[in-house]
């Protein structure tokens, strides 16, 4: 999770920071759910609306606080993704297409959110802002936590664990695969048929390692 591209700060306090600022993120996702989940409507509609752009931006804010100049905020210039030290492993799209692409990203969640099922959307999401890469940094943590949170309003519940899938993917071995996973997505959208199911099968995974740590066997 930790990070050495800050704009701001680098070193030891940058990641006592980012630390801080990761529990502040997941408790703003907590209270991102409890919200939703409370605004059903009178008929108690299920699922709750999904989350919307204004959500994104501050769980991006909450996730790199006094670490950008700008928190919250859509990128300005374009950016590279490296993998190993000076090896660029994905060249996200020009910053100018940014602000289309998110409207379309809302556009299609929402279309999901109407037909498809709690694993589609959390996938979507999960892809979709990797892809877009809407940030300047930060674009994998607030997407993990935006997935997190639609995998729960589609569900329509708080969902139960110790861990939760967010943490589960900074960590070895779902790290590792995670990352692969994107790029298999990747793959599968630049050829014109875009394949969520992995990243489903995924998440199911760990939805399921998640609620299991809710009553781990003694």
Same mark, same amino acid.
């Given at each position: ?27 703003? $996702? ?28 501050? =769980? ?7 670490? =950008? ?49 709690? =694993? ?44 939760? =899938? ?51 066997? $003694?």
């Amino acid at each position: 999770m930790l990070d050495v591209n800050w704009e701001t700060i680098n070193g030891p306090v940058a990641h006592q920071i980012e630390l801080t600022n990761a529990a502040n993120q997941a408790n703003v $996702v907590k209270c991102l759910i409890s919200f939703l989940l409370a605004h059903r409507g009178p008929s108690g509609a299920c699922p709750p609306p999904p989350p919307d752009e204004p959500a994104l931006l501050t =769980l991006h804010h909450a996730g790199t606080l006094f670490l =950008l100049a700008h928190p919250g905020a859509y990128r300005n210039h374009d950016v590279q993704v490296y993998g190993k030290p000076g090896e660029i492993s994905f060249t996200p799209m020009s910053w100018q297409f940014v602000e289309g692409a998110m409207k379309r990203f809302f556009r299609d969640l929402y279309a999901i959110w109407q037909t498809g099922d709690a =694993l589609e959307a959390s996938a979507y999401a999960l892809w979709g802002i990797n892809y877009i890469h809407p940030f300047r940094n930060g674009n994998g943590r607030t997407a993990r936590a935006f997935s997190y949170a639609c995998l729960s309003l589609r569900i329509g519940a708080e969902l139960p664990g110790s861990i939760t =899938l967010m943490q589960m993917m900074t960590e070895q071995p779902h790290s590792s695969r995670y990352k692969s996973l994107l790029t298999e997505i990747d793959k599968t959208y630049l050829s014109g048929s875009l394949n969520l199911q992995p990243i489903k099968d995924f998440l199911l995974e760990l939805l399921n390692l998640q609620i299991a740590s809710a009553n781990p066997v $003694v």
